[in-house]
């Protein structure tokens, strides 16, 4: 299958990936509706067997569980895809939804997503939403300090607008990818965004 560079990173990536969001299952704020894991790791199964050399998930898809779900299927494959996954959203005792930038957190969450997925590092970690804004700088700075830890290979932003993207990037560069305009807008041409 093909493959392209993804932004700046050594990560030759297939077009498609494994979005594990709905295997997360339903019973939270988020959810797509009741799944079954035997379905989601056949899923799993399928795209990789054909190809596709990719999974993203994040800590709060079902809580948890869309990361369980991915560990479980890696454990069955001789060559392990990239993984990415993100933080910043978190969840109390009642499965109620919050954000996080806190360093203590998002420390947390790595350590709980590298148990839950079972591996020694992530690929591409990023921040889920750049919420509470107030705390990005000492979020990023978190981030940044996982990378170096070796805990996660590559760094990311999801969700942030440009001015967002330029206060971390005064801390630490992300993977610099390149995304297409917005099809409304009638252009095809690749737009790059500022790198961090």
């Given amino acids: ?98 954000h996080s930038l806190k360093a203590g957190s998002i420390r947390r969450e790595v350590e709980d997503s590298l148990r839950r997925l079972d591996i020694d590092a992530i690929d591409l970690y990023q921040v889920h939403w750049p919420d509470p804004d107030a705390d990005i700088e000492e979020g990023w700075t978190e981030m940044a300090r996982l990378k170096e830890e070796g805990k996660v290979r590559y760094i990311g932003v999801s969700n942030f607008n440009v001015r967002q993207m330029k206060r971390a990037q005064k801390i630490a560069r992300s993977l610099r990818c390149s995304l297409p305009t917005p099809f409304w807008r009638g252009k095809r041409k690749m737009k790059s965004f500022p790198t961090l």
Wanted: proline letters at 3%; glycine letters at 16%.
């Fill in 1 to 98: 299958m093909e493959t392209r560079r993804l932004g700046n990173s050594d990560m030759d990536i297939t077009p498609i990936g494994v979005g594990a969001w709905a295997m997360g299952g339903g019973g939270w704020e988020f959810g797509w509706g009741p799944q079954k894991d035997h379905d989601s790791l056949a899923a799993i199964d399928e795209a990789l067997d054909r190809g596709i050399n990719w999974i993203d998930t994040a800590a709060v898809y079902g809580l948890g569980h869309s990361e369980r779900v991915v560990g479980r299927a890696l454990k069955a494959r001789s060559k392990r895809p990239f993984v990415f996954s993100k933080c910043s959203m978190v969840w109390n005792h009642n499965g109620e939804v919050g």
